[in-house]
């Protein structure tokens, strides 16, 4: 069964701080690994791609990928609070369908 | 501008009476897929077509149907809707179907069934 596991927060940060949000996956062949911002009543749109281990940095987003801890984790730099949102895991194997993780709810007060 | 329509955005509807979502997508996507989300158990594929008359169920299929008649449009029906089919629904599409391949969504259709 593949799975993605999300702890289901709320995460809390202060305005300024660095916000760290975890997800962990069961299926060892997964090669493709994406985390999405969903706002509340809104649609997920796509922030970070990862396919290799270790770091991407894209901005205040940084991506990182152990496949070896089946382990993929998102950075947000300085938050704010516009970053308030919901932060959902995402991840696919060659030719199959996205497993979504059910999401991380971020606060960041100002 | 690439992107994915749902229509309508909102729909309340009495249980048994027939509905129909549509999606449609501009980007020639081969991929599409239908998803509800509902508090607690997060995104969940109902159903997801790979082509053109390819069609497949996702993990929770029970009371839905769709169609692939075209590459661009893929709705979902529910022949007779419950209110346990209360919930937000989401069109989503990727060029294929693969490793690498991220999904755009749709806005979102708010279902709720009385």
Known sequence: QKEVEQNSGPLSVPEGAIASLNCTYSDRVSQSFFWYRQYSGKSPELIMSIYSNGDKEDGRFTAQLNKASQYVSLLIRDSQPSDSATYLCAVNRGYSTLTFGKGTMLLVSP | ?114
């Open chain 2, 1 to 114: 501008e690439a992107q994915v329509t749902q229509n309508p955005r909102y729909l309340i509807t009495v249980t048994g009476k027939k509905l129909t979502v549509t999606c449609s997508q501009n980007m020639n996507h081969e991929y599409m897929s239908w998803y509800r989300q509902d508090p607690g158990l997060g995104l969940r594929q109902i159903y997801y077509s790979m082509n053109v008359e390819v069609t497949d169920k996702g993990d929770v299929p029970e009371g839905y149907k769709v169609s692939r008649k075209e590459k661009r449009n893929f709705p979902l029906i529910l022949e007779s809707p419950s209110p346990n089919q209360t919930s937000l629904y989401f069109c989503a599409s990727s060029p294929t179907l693969g490793a690498g391949t991220e999904a755009f969504f749709g806005q979102g259709t708010r279902l709720t069934v009385v």
